[in-house]
């Protein structure tokens, strides 16, 4: 079992940076893919980013390319989500999620634990 939780979120203004934390404890939480998800109301759950647990590649969503980095702190965890250049768009709630390994090798699929998410609203 693994227990994810974010936080770092808030209300920012259009242009400005937030940076989100995830933190995992129990039972072999350091041996996990991290991945970040965003949903917003009514819409269907976007991948955001991900980072792996062997080497730290890293991959993102087409949407936050440029603007968004995810890292994993050393010692490898908490993991965090450095977001610049916000905009009204990026509004939702962000959640992260843990996978024992991607399904197909596929960054954004094999998730199995996640967290309750934390609220990014960004004004324009």
């Known amino acids: 079992q693994v227990q994810l939780v974010e936080s770092g979120g808030g209300l920012v203004q259009a242009g400005d940076s937030l940076r989100l934390s995830c933190a995992a404890s129990?039972?072999?939480?350091?041996?996990?893919?991290i991945g970040w998800f965003r949903q917003a109301p009514g819409n269907e759950r976007e991948f955001v980013a991900a980072i792996t647990k062997t080497n730290d590649a890293t991959y993102y969503g087409d949407s936050v390319k440029g603007r968004f980095t995810i890292s994993r702190d050393n010692p490898k965890n908490p993991v965090t989500l450095q977001m610049h250049n916000l905009q009204p768009g990026d509004t939702a709630i962000y959640y992260c999620?843990?996978?024992?390994?991607?399904?197909?090798?596929?960054?954004?699929?094999?998730?199995?634990?996640w967290g309750q998410g934390t609220q990014v609203t960004v004004s324009s």
């Open positions: 129990g039972r072999f939480s350091t041996s996990y893919n």
């Open positions: 999620a843990a996978a024992w390994q991607f399904a197909d090798s596929n960054p954004a699929s094999g998730y199995d634990y």
